[in-house]
């Protein structure tokens, strides 16, 4: 009775109540795009556009400019940005990118050195902050969710053909272009939206891990594309409620507990699962 | 060159000589700078890729694969209408009850097989195979031949490119000869000649008849005294006759 009691303690907190629903849907919205950017080879994009987005956060925090509107609009010209090098490959897209993002990153942090006032607001940033979590930030995640799920089931096979095969889905008449800047643009805004959530330097870990562990489960793309936010919202769930009885950050917290989930998969999963992930790529 | 409908058309050259162009220039995903080639209007193209390009690792299955051409359906869900087509399909290219393992559990045959079917699944005009034997062992090379001259038999279009004179281009109806223009358009025997062989691919290559096929030799083995026993027997032979 005093567990259940303990384990409940924390859902007295209206804080601790909308940070639970945000991470949760951040966990889901984060794993349907993960399986996009494991398939594709994403990951350091979607690492590198996390850092670039601090950039577009900081500006727009000197500038007094509203943060989504600011570090938005910095974030989908650099995610699109991104896609452009990446498909280029003139000079190396993992050197372009870190480049590019790092550059962000930098001028983010310099930015707010000289003109910041806080040295709190760069770390809820970097490490997110539950604490801060309002309900506009929730109705912000719960409208990219909702708008991020409606094209991935909309479009589900024009993504899938264009994600495993783009030079036949050219042939055939497929967009792949256009598919590949919308996947970017939810990608941004999905980062930016939940940047507040698990902070910057932790959001390509729960891009990655969920659909990761999904594609050690499973052979199949639209079953990993279901598995995939369920594993990124239970690891968010659990990780919210540690962190708070083990008094550790939220977002580190979360990713620790996708990563014992990752692992304990890789143990169990055999030998076979385990090549599957070994196949993704990294760029 | 010009491609009818119910033509069996491969298409042979070195490496650069422009078959990969050529046929990127058909399926319109390259603009032709010079020349031109024009598609009769409303002509659907099932393009094979390939199985070197293909991604084994990714998580699909025959079903899936199958199911992704079909993107004016807004769901991820299969139809009934469509269960049944794909079943047709499948059936009709040996992989009936596959359509839930996952291509990485497939022999090389029944690999190639899938994106056959994949195009087929489009209702295609034409199928296109790029290089539908390379990287393909022996037993899946013949399986793909006999595959395509049963497609062909049922009246299908195809157009394949092929390095493989021997094993898979001497078996076809036509054969177009490519090195940055056509240096011959006709049957295997009139196009697999030690002239028009060293016009394509710019060094002296033989052939050897057996059975009535053309069997093109490089030069390397072509020197070999091996080789000259075998001409000069068929020259005697062909002189007894």
Known sequence: MNIALDLLAPYDFAFFQRGMVAATLAGALCGVLGVFVVLRGMSYIGHGLS????????????????????AGIW???????????????IIGADAAIGIVTTASFAGGIALLNRYGQAR????????????????????AILAVSLAVGAIVLFAYRAFLFATFDPQVATVS???VAAIEVILM????????????VIGTLLISALLVIPAATARMVTNSFSRMLMLSPMIGAACCLVGMNLSYHLDTSAGATIILVAAAVFTATYLLAGRRARLRVASLNHL | MHIRRGEFVGIVGPSGSGKTSLLRAITGSLVAARG???????????????????DWNFPITVGEVLAMTRTRRHWPGTS???????????????LNGLEGRHIRELSGGQQQRVFVARAMFGKPDILILDEPTSGVDVRTRHEILHLLRDLHSKGSTILLTTHDLNGLASHLP???????????DGSPRETLIPEVLERTYGAPLHVLEHGGMPIVLDHDYASSELLRDAERQMRTEREAL
């Open chain 1, 185 to 196: 643009v939810m990608l941004s805004v999905t980062i930016l939206v939940t940047m507040r």
């Open chain 1, 120 to 139: 709190k607001s760069i770390e809820a940033v970097l490490f997110g902050s539950v604490l801060g979590v309002s309900w506009a930030d929730i109705a």
């Open chain 1, 173 to 175: 008449g497929e967009r």
């Open chain 2, 174 to 184: 036509r054969l177009v000869c490519l090195n940055r223009e056509v240096i011959a």
């Open chain 2, 36 to 54: 031109s080639v024009e598609v009769a209007r409303g002509t659907r193209i099932g393009y094979v890729p390939q199985v070197e390009s293909v």
């Open chain 1, 51 to 70: 850092h670039a987005v601090f950039g577009g956060a900081a500006a727009s925090a000197v500038m007094s400019i509203n943060f989504f509107v600011g």
């Open chain 2, 80 to 94: 009934s209408s469509e269960r049944a087509e794909m079943a047709e399909v499948l059936d009709g290219l040996g």
């Open chain 1, 75 to 89: 974030g989908v010209i650099s995610g699109v940005l991104i896609g452009r090098i990446a498909r280029q490959k």
